[in-house]
């Protein structure tokens, strides 16, 4: 089992940075690919970035490439999204999320925090 819990949200203007953290519990971490997605009002969740379990290999979406970066830390337990250049359409409620293996999609991870508002003007 793990759980996770997001942080670092807010409220940003238009060119700002944020952070976000992913504080996870259970050892499992360690061992699972983690995974960002974000979810707009009414529209779907997307993918955002994710990291192999050693933080070996990083898939990102087009919209964030060159902007987000994602790290993790396995001794902390803890994943990153570094987030520069935001723009208001990067507004949204963002979500860690857990699995077996790397994925830009989210049916394949098993675990979810409840997520944090990013919300950018302009």
């Known amino acids: 089992q793990v759980q996770l819990v997001e942080s670092g949200g807010g409220l940003v203007q238009a060119g700002d940075s944020l952070r976000l953290s992913c504080a996870a519990s259970g050892r499992s971490f360690s061992s699972a690919a983690m995974g960002w997605f974000r979810q707009a009002p009414g529209k779907e969740r997307e993918f955002v970035a994710a990291?192999?379990?050693?933080?070996?290999?990083?898939y990102y979406a087009d919209s964030v490439k060159g902007r987000f970066t994602i790290s993790r830390d396995n001794a902390k337990n803890t994943g990153y999204l570094q987030m520069n250049s935001l723009k208001p359409e990067d507004t949204a409620v963002y979500y860690c999320a857990a699995g077996g293996g790397l994925s830009r999609n989210d049916y394949e991870y098993w675990y979810w925090g409840q997520g944090t508002q990013v919300t950018v003007s302009s």
């Open positions: 990291i192999s379990f050693r933080g070996g290999s990083i």
